[in-house]
């Protein structure tokens, strides 16, 4: 750390010096033009930049199938507009991989083809993101899979169960904008800025939205678990869907919590979340009397069930935490 004196020009203007060695490594001379952002009692000082995309290079050669989908949607959520992928010759194998990549992003699309390279672009306006409309986007899908996840098993309905496992994929595509949205955040003081969003806030959201992608999750597990059942006994169900409301209700008022702008009312919603959790564990453990009386195999994989259903309830906890983190007084 280094600190400089604050002096005063001209009467009325505050100047500070720059490190030397900062302003070397980015290239700032006298004349050069800087970017200054406030964001409460701190102020951030960067280079000015005027490149409206970000460019990068990334040789395929070794890599192939699932490696190469991977490094995609890693070099997209690092925050490249435009990814050149290159190789001596991109096999048709490779071609496969990249656009089963691109298929799991919003607005992303194939710009150029060539015997060694394959370009992909997001074509969607950065500007235009909100990380607040992602996350509410994810919050209403997340939930109604877990509903309907349920739903298919107690019904023994398979075309429901199918519905739920393929929507995962809305909210995978969703999740990745959100995590491109936050590291944007963290690397540029600009994307925070153009958010309106506040880089404590953008953690905040991320966390959660990774908690409702998990969710998601167990919804698509539930749903697959379900497609092997046939009837289900009665008071199990009953028992399961008791349990699916306390949970929807903990998720609702965990993300009610996070997006309170009232302090106390963020508060009081996110004491009755957690305190909910802790109800989840009395029905988890009635139900697992119900289950002992079943069949050894089926009372296993409705354990499995019961299991993603409390798992869910805790993310929702998580959700909870997080809002009342964001309402404790800062230091």
């Not at 394959?118 to 909100?130: A, I, N, T, W």
């Not at 607040?132 to 899979?145: H, P």
């Not at 919804?219 to 092997?228: F, N």
């Not at 109800?279 to 499995?304: C, W």
Request: contains cysteine; negative net charge.
């Amino acid at each position: 750390m280094e600190t400089r004196k604050v002096q005063v020009t001209g009467g009325s203007t505050y100047t500070v010096s720059l490190p030397k060695e900062w302003a070397t490594e980015n290239g700032i001379s006298s004349g050069s033009t800087v970017e200054i952002y406030s964001e409460d009692d701190t102020l951030l000082v960067t280079p000015q930049s005027d490149a409206d995309h970000q460019e990068g290079t990334l040789d395929v050669s070794a890599l192939a199938d699932e490696q190469l989908v991977r490094a995609v949607l890693t070099m997209y959520v690092s925050g490249f507009d435009i990814i050149h992928l290159e190789a001596n010759r991109i096999t048709t194998d490779q071609r496969r991989a990249i656009r089963s990549a691109i298929q799991g992003l919003i607005g992303v699309e194939v710009v150029e083809e060539q015997t060694d390279r394959v370009v992909v672009q997001d074509l969607l306006d950065s500007s235009e993101l909100s990380i607040v409309n992602a996350i509410t986007r994810m919050r209403l899908i997340a939930t109604s899979m877990l509903e309907d996840a349920i739903t298919a098993l107690v019904e023994n309905d398979d075309d429901i169960a199918a519905d739920v496992i393929e929507r995962d994929d809305d909210v995978d595509r969703l999740f990745l904008v959100v995590s491109r949205i936050f590291r944007a955040t963290l690397r540029s003081p600009r994307a925070a800025e153009g958010l309106g969003v506040s880089r404590e806030d953008c953690f905040d959201l991320h966390s959660s939205a990774r908690q409702l992608e998990r969710v998601a999750d167990h919804a698509v597990k539930i749903s697959q678990l379900a497609q092997k059942f046939g009837t289900i006994p009665e008071d199990v169900a009953g028992a399961l869907l008791e349990v699916h409301d306390d949970v929807a209700a903990i998720l609702e008022k965990s993300m009610d919590a996070l997006f309170a702008e009232d302090t106390d009312e963020a508060t009081d919603l996110g004491h009755d979340a957690l305190e909910s959790v802790l109800d989840i564990d009395e029905h988890t453990r009635r139900i697992d009397d119900l289950l002992r009386e079943l069949d050894p195999v089926q009372a296993q994989s409705l354990g499995l069930i019961l299991d993603s259903l409390s798992r869910s309830a805790d993310y929702g906890g998580n959700i909870a935490e997080t809002a009342l983190q964001k309402t404790a007084p800062r230091p």
